[in-house]
């Protein structure tokens, strides 16, 4: 099951001009949206947007952050998920192994 987070993705000019372009290149909506991973009412807009010839901006959050920080926010992320994806397999190990969730804890 995929946990959403309670804050919007956000996403840069480049990345909205590549999807507002697929779309233009004949492929649906949905279809962009299921492989990007953006939501259809997003790429709605952008696309609605490009349309009337307004620039597609990044939000003046994501505008603001240097490279470095961008790279320390993504890995402040990966480092999340992967302890994630850790406790799940300490779990399933313990499960497998003994059927002691405690045991796991001592991993």
Not at 6 to 24: I, S, W
Not at 26 to 45: F, H, K, N, Q, Y
Request: charged letters at 30%; proline letters at 2%.
């Amino acid at each position: 099951m995929e946990t959403r987070s309670k804050f919007a993705r956000r996403y840069d000019a480049e990345f909205k001009q590549n999807a507002v372009a697929l779309v233009q290149s004949g492929r649906s909506i949905s279809e962009v949206c299921r492989d990007l991973g953006c939501s259809s009412w997003s790429l709605g807009r952008w696309r609605h947007a490009a349309q009337k010839g307004d620039p597609l901006t990044e939000p003046k959050t994501l505008a603001a952050e240097t490279s470095e920080q961008r790279e320390l926010r993504r890995l402040k992320q990966e480092n999340a998920y992967l302890q994630r994806q850790r406790d799940i397999l300490k779990k399933a190990l313990a499960i497998v192994s003994d059927g002691n969730l405690n045991s796991a804890s001592n991993l």
